[in-house]
């Protein structure tokens, strides 16, 4: 069946058909749905919300009209999860599918940073050292994993590979950095004598000749953002994951300076920074100095009036590096190895002249804060943007036609506190499902929820235990801990924790661990997590209790998880800098901070956590919320109304029938 809002006969609904019956899938009404509007809204150049459900297939809801786009699209995702599905299963299935279909463009390439990619020129010349001497082997513990990584990026280059860290064997961050480069350490395709087989430039050609682009949220904000050219001309973006884009936009505009930062930078720069007038990369290193005691004369957290102390020394490292970088004598072309010593310790100093110079500038744009030490790390200062919408406004969503999709981009029943989020103007819904503005000052655009095929009324239940105590600053109580047992009992395993702190996990899963010992019980940090989901899949006696990356990267259908746990409402830490200024800035224009900031943070991470649960149409279970403010609040309504609409009771007796129900054999 055909919903009345999809053309049957269009081609997009006609390619998704062939496509689905290729994949052996079945027709969902909401992809259906969703694929018609996308292809509407990329025809129209409206910007369109699709809430699609897990299980309505919102990839092919996407694909298939920006495969039969005339014009380039791009598909941007949070994970890279996500996008090694796209990549490596998605399209090839689907270009296999619709390969006999006339007139469709079937290109696509994968983009991503520049320090994702292996570099030729750091692997083959040498490495800089903090002298910004170019050694051949790195050495210590981990020289034997750099040669590893060498070898296989000298293999990937012979056979046409793609050099992606995904592809790379296993390795930490900091090997990693001995084989890549970023942007500003890039010597350039055409001074590069290994530019031609350059990893990153042969996928910028790919890209080129590509009608899909797949990429991250980072690199779309860093491309139409903040200015800096990293993707072909395209007509029309979809975000998926579209729920993480404010914080992924937050994040690749973030910027942080350490003292380290700076006196690093010196040391590599007074090898190359020659004035005849001084010593520039001394002045630099001793402004990171006088960084240092500013750091020392302040206290962690937000700083909403800049100190003179911290002014000064801001404006010195500022100074000095400008200054150093101008000491930097011209380049000569020259395609010998000191040139990569060169460029990279220039591309140092600036990135300390490009963040010192934000932080110094004081923009009310802008937050700042300083970080705290810990054990072995100093403390840092840290920036970024008050609010993304205005940029998305600007830079993105008046030049480009963006599709926004996700699971989760109703909260409270509304499209609206999302749109504001990304610089759509919130306007009345109309009708049940869509909302839509056409007001003359606000950018055209429509919001659909094409529903789910899960039916969460007969396969879940949402238990909010009422009578617990609210949730105290010192982490779980007595009854907390009782109530995580119980419910655990009574299903024999089969649980997943979702606690809003690393201490709070490993409270729970310890007390677990003690009076029900023949469960297993598994806590973040126990091993990778690839390893804990493996290890919880296997054995449905088992429990596995965590905090973020679960409530947003776990998938585990089947009988595997039937109870998810959540300790309490997520809101975010009150001394969380960035958030209470939002909240902050929300409150003084005249708004509702906490609404506005905190408690959409919540709705969006409940939301997540909660879809968890019901994978499949043949997923039985319960969502128990073990804060009762869910139900006695007044912002309790908008956070159920963001939840999958689930039956929902108070009743704990209740609750622990139906857990000893779902945790019986079934019967032959």
């Not at 606000?442 to 396969?459: E, H, R």
Request: hydrophobic letters at 40%.
């Amino acid at each position: 069946m055909v919903p009345e809002t999809a053309t049957a006969a269009s081609p997009v609904t006609e390619v998704l058909a062939k496509a689905v019956t290729a994949l052996g899938g079945q027709q969902r009404d909401g992809q259906v749905q969703m694929a018609s509007e996308v292809a509407e809204a990329m025809e129209e150049g409206r910007h369109l919300l699709v809430q699609a459900g897990t299980g309505t297939g919102k990839s092919l809801g996407y694909l298939v009209p920006a495969m039969l786009h005339d014009k380039r699209v791009v598909v941007a995702t949070a994970t890279l999860a996500l996008q090694h599905q796209l990549v490596e299963r998605d399209l090839p299935r689907l270009v296999e599918a619709v390969k006999d279909v006339p007139g469709i463009d079937t290109s696509y390439a994968v983009l991503k940073g520049r320090s994702n990619y292996a570099c030729l020129h750091r692997i083959r010349a040498g490495v800089p050292d903090d002298q910004g001497t170019l050694v051949d082997v790195p050495l210590g513990a981990m020289a034997e994993k750099v040669l590893e990584l060498r070898s296989w990026a000298e293999e990937e280059a012979e056979g046409g590979g793609s050099g992606e860290r995904d592809n790379a064997p296993r390795h930490t961050d900091r090997e990693w950095r001995q084989v890549s480069v970023n942007h500003r350490e890039c010597l350039g395709a055409t001074k590069c004598p290994f530019g031609q087989e350059c990893f990153a430039e042969l996928a910028k050609e790919k890209a080129q000749r590509s009608h899909l682009v797949v990429t991250n949220h980072s690199l779309l904000a860093i491309d139409a953002i903040e200015d800096v050219p990293m993707i072909p001309d395209y007509d029309t973006v979809v975000i998926d994951e579209a729920h993480e884009l404010v914080a992924r936009v937050t994040q690749a505009a973030t910027d942080e300076l350490g003292a380290g930062d700076v006196e690093r930078a010196a040391r590599r720069a007074s090898r190359w920074a020659d004035d005849a007038g001084g010593d520039p990369a001394g002045d630099l290193e001793d402004a990171g100095a006088q960084l240092a005691e500013a750091f020392a004369a302040l206290p962690a957290g937000r700083i909403d009036t800049v100190p003179p102390q911290l002014s000064d020394a801001l404006v010195a490292v500022r100074d000095a590096a400008r200054a150093t970088l101008s000491a930097f004598p011209r380049e000569s072309g020259g395609e010998g190895e000191g040139d990569a010593g060169r460029t990279q310790a220039k591309g140092m100093v600036q990135e300390v002249f490009v963040n010192a110079e934000r932080m110094a500038a004081g923009s009310d744009r802008d937050v700042l804060w300083l970080g705290e030490a810990r054990d072995r790390f100093p403390a840092r200062l840290h920036v970024a943007p008050l609010q993304v919408w205005g940029p998305m406004r600007d830079k993105l969503l008046t030049d480009k036609t963006v599709v926004f999709a996700s699971a989760t981009l109703m909260l409270g029943g509304e499209f609206g506190a999302v749109a504001t989020s990304l610089g759509l103007k919130p306007t009345e819904r109309v009708g049940h499902q869509i909302a839509t503005t056409d007001a003359d000052d606000a950018l055209p655009w429509k919001g659909i929820d094409v529903g789910s095929p899960f039916d969460y009324g007969q396969q879940s239940i949402l238990y909010v235990a009422r009578h617990l105590p609210q949730p105290g600053r010192d982490g779980l109580g007595p009854a907390q801990l009782d109530e995580i047992c119980d419910l655990v009992d009574a299903l024999d395993g089969r649980t997943l924790g979702l606690f809003s702190s690393r201490r709070a996990a490993e409270a729970a899963a310890e007390v677990v661990r003690q009076r029900l010992p023949h469960l297993t019980t598994l806590a973040q940090g126990d091993a990778q997590l690839p390893e804990l989901a493996k290890q919880f899949v296997e054995d449905p006696h088992t429990c596995l209790f965590g905090t973020l990356s679960l409530w947003q990267g776990l998938d585990v259908p089947g009988d595997t998880c039937q109870l998810v746990i959540i300790d309490r409402i997520p809101f975010p830490r009150p001394d969380d800098p960035l958030m209470s200024a939002r909240a902050k800035a929300a409150d003084d224009r005249g708004g509702n901070g906490f609404m506005e900031v905190s408690a959409t943070h919540a709705a969006l991470l409940m939301a997540q956590g909660a879809g968890r649960l019901i994978r499949t149409t043949t997923d039985r279970g319960i969502v128990a919320v073990l804060d009762p403010r869910l139900e006695t609040a007044r912002y309790g309504r908008f956070l159920k109304a963001s939840l999958p609409p689930m039956w929902s009771t108070t009743d704990p007796a209740l609750v622990r029938q139906a857990l000893k129900r779902l945790g019986q054999p079934k019967s032959e």
